[in-house]
T-cell receptor
């Protein structure tokens, strides 16, 4: 069973506009939610995280929002840049972080 | 420090053969993880080490799979009697801090079983 879901396989956005990537989860016991970015032929790279006690976390152009009641999180990238074109994975874990559950990824294309 | 290193980058093997992959984590990281990623899917957890102790194993890790981390440094993942369904990207990751800091992943070993 897929505990973390990313229902949009792909997203295209114009350079300079906002990119919004969505993620849903089913397990209310998850404590940490992370976003990873992956380029072809490379491993995933950690981007930003949020814990279940917060509803928002910002890091430069990247903001993650968490809605616990809806079991939904989103990643906002503003402004989007061509170098942001990659596959973005949402992941969730319990408190220990010993095992992360990943979504299937969203391929973001930022059009110059 | 050059990050998490995985070798080989690619491995093609015949069905029924044994293969072994190596992972060298970031030196000060005491936690090491193996994940597997197939086409169109996100990474799936296989196993976790804290220092040399293997503390968690996924149901995905059949008895044909074995992982070791002698002396709490590098790790190896061996697959015996490979099957075509084992074809995937095998990712190693390491971490030192808590869950909120995520892992550092290596570039992976792509296994193709023919």
């Amino acid at each position: 069973d897929q505990q973390v879901k990313q229902n949009s396989p792909s997203l295209s956005v114009q350079e300079g506009r906002i990119s919004i990537l969505n993620c849903d989860y089913t397990n209310s016991m998850f404590d940490y939610f992370l976003w990873y970015k992956k380029y072809p032929a490379e491993g995933p790279t950690f981007l930003i995280s949020i814990s279940s006690i917060k509803d928002k976390n910002e890091d430069g152009r990247f903001t993650v929002f968490l809605n616990k009641s809806a079991k939904h999180l989103s990643l906002h990238i503003v402004p989007s840049q061509p170098g942001d074109s990659a596959v973005y994975f949402c992941a969730a874990s319990g408190r220990t972080g010993n095992q992360f559950y990943f979504g299937t990824g969203t391929s973001l294309t930022v059009i110059p | 420090d050059t990050g998490v290193s995985q070798n080989p980058r690619h491995k093609i093997t015949k069905r029924g053969q044994n293969v072994t992959f190596r992972c060298d984590p970031i030196s000060e990281h005491n936690r090491l993880y193996w994940y597997r990623q197939t086409l169109g899917q996100g990474p799936e957890f296989l196993t976790y080490f804290q220092n040399e102790a293997q503390l968690e194993k996924s149901r995905l890790l059949s008895d044909r799979f074995s992982a070791e981390r002698p002396k709490g440094s590098f790790s190896t993942l061996e697959i015996q009697r490979t099957e075509q369904g084992d074809s995937a990207m095998y990712l190693c990751a390491s971490s030192l801090m808590g869950a909120e800091y995520g892992y550092t992943f290596g570039s992976g070993t792509r296994l193709t079983v023919v």
